[in-house]
């Protein structure tokens, strides 16, 4: 993690025992790749070990009005498959609650709430668009300001919003709407970019990114393909030795697999010309199939009754019919 809002006093009010929770949104464009690696494990590691209940909204409706998906009905098929990855990740059914806008339609009644405080002036500002967006474009930020403030509704006025640093702008949206509503701030923990496989920025459109569900020899020639920091030759990269910084396998290593210290050692050996990018590959790939393999077997266990604990909805929602009718579990 990077930089942070508020997060000092979140932290101190979770060890005095607060009531807390953790907001992390997903986006049902697309599916869990190596990208949200950074941001799952903090979530994980708040909830293992302090017992902290975790809210993902997943924006199927942001996304059907952005244009991101086609349907409304691909976006419930989409959130569905994310509900199971997400605890196929480790997630505990039992303290996750995911919201899938178009199944837990209550949430519009918060976001309505909320609206009167977001004016079309900031929506242009922070949001960049313009009179010829659509409406339902305008009306999100009041849904994701709904999102972040809702545990606070249940009681829980500790809440932390871990997001990628180009969603901070959101964020104080969000924070500006809660303090007129009487709600406490959210804190924000800034996650670090990671890049790509062709070290620009990571993107579903442009296939650079390693999908936690991927096969394995999908992944090993992503892995292998990647770009390197290593010299043109062995022979030159034994004299001048590998540049790390710019070498997306380490960056990878570095960020999301290894210990600071692991990390240093590997750098050295790569910078002294011993550690071949080709070997830097390998450990990344050995790295990359043990998580995906642990997440594949949890995969396959996430039944309904899995979802039915952790997926919220209206009382008129029939979820095992929703998961039945687009074939989640097959």
Known sequence: MSSHRDFDIFYSRLLKGQRSAIVSGLNPSGFFHLGHVGVFDTNLFFQKKYGIEVYAPISDDESYVADK??????GIRNGL???REYLAYGFDPNKTHIIIDQIYTNIYNLAIKVSKSIT????MAVYGYTHSDNIGLNFYPAVQSAHV???????????LVPIGPDEDAHLRVARDVAEKYGFEKPAVLHSRF?????????SKSKGNAIYLLED????????????????????????LGGIPEIDVSFIYLKYLFLEPEEAEALSAEYKSGRLLSGAMKKILYDKVIEKVSKIKENYEKIGKKELSKAIMRNDCVDLEELIDKYGILE
């Open 69 to 74: 998906i086609k349907s409304q009905e691909e």
């Open 149 to 159: 403030l809702f545990p606070e509704t249940l009681g829980m006025r500790n809440v």
């Open 120 to 123: 079309l002036s900031t929506n």
């Open 81 to 83: 498959k994310l509900a």
């Open 216 to 239: 394995e020899e999908t992944i090993k020639k992503k892995i292998y393909s990647a770009f390197s920091g290593g010299r043109v030759s062995i022979e030159e990269h034994r004299a």
């Open 194 to 202: 990671l890049p790509g496989l062709d070290g620009k920025k990571m």
